[in-house]
């Protein structure tokens, strides 16, 4: 079983940065395919960017140029660095990792609130 913690969210003005953090337990976790997806009040979960195992990403449209997802294998743990923030990334970010040999996981959330 697969433990995922995040943390570092919180409040900060636009134009402001945060770096979100999320460390797994209980597995190998390079074997995990990483992501961070938000959920705002009243919208569906999306996904912010993924870090496969390689080392790849990818991340949606609304965040590039913006925001960078990476992995540190040595202390199982995934980043979201986040910088220019704006009013419409406030949400609840989750971290996520996937693997086809042993399913999926999520933390349980932390909050990010962009506003003055």
């Known amino acids: 079983q697969l433990q995922l913690v995040e943390s570092g969210g919180g409040l900060v003005q636009p134009g402001g940065s945060l770096r979100l953090s999320c460390a797994v337990s209980?597995?190998?976790?390079?074997?995990?395919?990483m992501g961070w997806y938000r959920q705002a009040p009243g919208k569906q979960r999306e996904l912010v960017a993924r870090?496969?195992?390689?080392?790849?990403?990818n991340s949606d449209d609304s965040v590039k140029g913006r925001f960078t997802i990476s992995r540190e294998n040595a202390k199982n743990t995934v980043y979201l660095q986040m910088n220019s923030l704006k009013a419409e990334d406030t949400a609840v970010y989750y971290c996520?990792?996937?693997?086809?040999?042993?399913?999926?996981?999520w933390g349980q959330g932390t909050q990010v609130t962009v506003s003055s």
């Open positions: 209980g597995s190998i976790f390079s074997m995990y395919s």
């Open positions: 996520n990792a996937v693997s086809v040999e042993h399913g999926a996981y």
């Open positions: 870090i496969f195992r390689g080392g790849s990403t």
